[in-house]
């Protein structure tokens, strides 16, 4: 059965070393107060639970998954995961990074961005169940009512009630403009909506005692296409004046999907048959109002597929410890043994530094990204917030694909490393395999994230946003370019940084004359743009890495980071060169290929 360790070190490395996370936080007044100790222990706790409460229950819920009674349209989820809510909700932890003002405890988006990681690592399946809610709590706190806000904020806010987002349905997916869900207006304001969605992650369970709905639908007046679209709460329960619970409210579970993973996750087939719900926001501005939910699942989504790659990571390297087959191509290094642990093989740690790089390295850029969050949403610098928002808007495509992208390629190296054992359920690396395949699919499938990302990202405001970020790592290159010692990081990092200039603006002219160019570009366009991410976020880290031990630190963690960002530097970053030829050689091999798929 596989095992979890938090990974506290490196978090409290990026939060306290990197990013100086708390004195950052203390220009936006609501976190003046905020010290070291505090998220250190917030830290301590999350890991605590995540590692006692939810993994073990990790391959026991992937096993049985969940019930649907077709008569009652309820679903019961696996053994102990309604236990493991229950306490879940009673430590407070719903709560970290909700308002005050709503029963929430106020910490930074940073430390649930942490929360959250330990939890996905622990068991991914049963943290969707409560990690959807704050999606719900986003946008209703953006662009609820002031009574919708009294009604479902402070439920939410405490983990009473959970919340989904409705928009798939069966003729629709990404292309939310063909969706037929109605929704009628009633004399007394509210609406009735009827139609079918699909795939609603955490659409039914009994978890919690009501599930906050919010639902994409069509007014009878509507415009055509997406810019007919008007969001909607629908709660399963009604809720009374009083907040009580009231009536069941017609929508309902009428099956649940076989999917290859996530299991322990209800994911729903849902009918709404003349249900009640009040208007989020704006008649035919739902997307607006959705987005909000969508941008914070895809910084999820990413988060989860890092859970991923660090708790396979860590069961892989353990193995590789123990596990020992044929000796040393250089000579017997256990000598004492039969053969030697196959950890000595070159190719086994290749496999195990690929999924290290990629877990250090999306841990920083979600920290990052939450950081961005946070002064997006608070800084009281009018500038910054804007800068913020334009800086994690850029990276929220690259969060959520690059991030899944390369934790599929983890998990499945991690399962490589166990040989015949990895294929085998009880061992847990089938299930990371599993479970991590889904992130690329959906909240937009990275394909559709890597047309976001250079269509409206960057091309989109004429290379703002990227100028900016251009900007910071430029900043980062003058100040360490005559650091010989940091030669090795800041040298391809300089490179690719003028490469990727030259890079973008090749391709605006190819999508100038032929959108499809940008469509047969993208992919490997994400791909490079994600390189100068990570290797900016390990040139950072190897520079307070080399600073510590300059100074007389002893700590062999430093000296893993700087040998894991040689590895990355060495083996992984160079992927940009084929990507950059891949994406210049066009779009006509692609769509010139009538006969080929005939």
């Known amino acids: 059965m596989p095992s979890y360790t938090p990974p506290l070190r490196d978090m409290q490395f990026l939060l306290h070393e990197v990013f100086d996370s708390v004195e950052r936080l203390k220009a936006i007044p609501r976190y003046a107060e905020l010290d070291a100790d505090t998220v250190n222990a917030v830290l301590e706790g999350a890991g605590q639970f995540a590692a006692e409460v939810t993994q073990p229950l990790n391959l026991s819920g992937d096993s049985e998954g969940c019930t649907l009674d077709r008569d009652t349209h309820t679903v019961t989820t696996p053994k102990g ?38 939890l996905n690592s622990a068991n991914q399946a049963w943290t969707m169940y409560p990690g959807l809610s704050h999606g719900a709590y986003e946008a209703l706190h953006a662009y609820g009512s002031d009574a919708q806000k009294q009604t479902y904020l402070g439920k939410l806010t405490s983990g009473e009630w959970t919340g989904t987002m409705c ?54 007046d509507a415009p055509k296409g997406s810019k007919g679209i008007s969001l909607f709460v629908v709660p399963k329960f009604l809720v009374n004046d009083d907040g009580s619970l009231g009536a069941r409210n017609p929508i309902y579970c009428t099956g649940l999907e076989h999917k290859m993973g996530i ?41 989860q597929s890092l859970g991923l790659t660090e708790v396979a990571f860590q069961n892989a390297l353990a193995y590789a410890k123990e596990r020992i087959q044929m000796r040393s191509l250089s000579g017997p290094k256990a000598k004492d043994k039969p053969a030697d642990p196959i950890l000595v093989h070159p190719d086994v740690r290749r496999s195990l530094l690929t ?3 990629y877990a250090e390295a999306g841990r920083a850029l979600l920290v990052y990204c939450a950081l961005l969050v946070d002064e997006h949403l608070y800084h009281p610098d009018e500038k910054r917030r804007k800068q913020a928002n334009q800086l994690v808007a850029l990276l929220t495509p690259i969060a959520k694909a690059f991030v899944t992208d390369n934790g599929f390629i983890a998990t499945n190296e991690c399962m490589q490393v166990f040989g015949g054992h990895g294929y085998i359920h009880e061992n847990g690396m089938e299930q990371f395999v599993r479970d991590a395949r889904i992130n690329l699919i959906y909240e937009g499938t990275n394909t559709v994230q890597s047309l976001d990302l250079l269509g409206r990202k960057v091309l989109g405001d004429q290379g703002a946003a990227l100028k900016l970020f251009g900007k910071e790592v430029a900043a980062f290159i003058e100040a360490e370019g005559v650091n010989e010692a940091m030669a090795e990081f800041i040298n391809p990092l300089a490179f690719l940084a003028d490469k990727l200039t030259k890079f973008t603006t090749e391709l605006g002219f ?11 570009a993208s992919v490997d366009y994400l791909r490079v743009a994600g390189h100068l991410v990570y290797a900016y976020l390990f040139a950072r880290m190897a520079k307070v890495a080399q ?41 006509a091999n692609l769509l010139d290929t009538d006969a080929a798929l005939a």
């Not at 139609?195 to 992650?201: A, L, P, W």
């Open 167 to 220: 928009l798939t349905e069966p003729q629709c997916g990404t292309d939310l403009g063909l969706l037929t869900t109605k929704a009628e207006p009633q004399p007394d304001g509210s609406y009735r909506l009827t139609g079918s969605k699909i795939f609603i992650s955490a659409g039914e369970h009994d978890m919690a005692e009501n599930i906050v709905h919010l639902v994409l639908a069509r007014l009878p």
């Open 263 to 303: 299991h322990g996750n209800a994911t729903a087939q849902i009918s709404l048959e003349g249900a009640a719900g009040t208007l989020v926001g704006e008649p035919n501005k739902g997307l607006q109002a959705m987005f909000i939910m969508m941008n914070a699942a895809r910084l999820g989504v990413g988060n």
């Open 355 to 357: 999924a290290k790089a």
């Open 547 to 587: 600073t510590a031990l300059a100074a007389g630190s002893t700590d062999p963690f430093y000296t893993a980071k700087l040998q894991t960002a040689r590895f990355y530097v060495a083996r992984l970053f160079p992927e940009v060169a084929s990507r950059m030829q891949t994406a210049r050689s066009g779009v």
């Open 510 to 520: 190819k999508a100038f004359t032929s959108p499809d160019e940008a469509g047969g």
């Open 81 to 118: 995961f309604k236990e493991a809510y229950a306490q879940f909700v009673a430590g407070g932890w719903p709560a970290l990074s909700c308002e005050p003002e709503y029963g929430g405890q106020g910490l930074p988006f940073v430390a649930n961005q942490c929360l959250y990681e330990m």
